[in-house]
């Protein structure tokens, strides 16, 4: 084999073996971001359930204290006579 072809071989051997590495590092990359975002989706469902429990029990502890106080409307002006 001429110098010229050991040098074609040992050259084009290279770029496909760093092709190769290169690709499974990037599936790896492309693994890990999706599976963060899953984590991110899940942890923000998880908030927004708990923000959800948190306005039912404030709905129903309005609701609760509705029945035991009276409650005015302070959005109407009420007109005090003189």
Partial sequence: MSRASKLTLTATSLFAISTV????YS???EKAAMHAGVVRDMQQQQAKRERQLDF???KAMEEEYKK???VHDS???VERPR
Avoid at 21 to 24: L, Q, R
């Fill in 27 to 29: 599936q790896q990359a």
């Fill in 21 to 24: 590495v290169f690709v499974h």
């Fill in 68 to 70: 035991t106080q009276s």
């Fill in 75 to 77: 959005s109407e002006v």
């Fill in 56 to 58: 039912d029990m404030q």
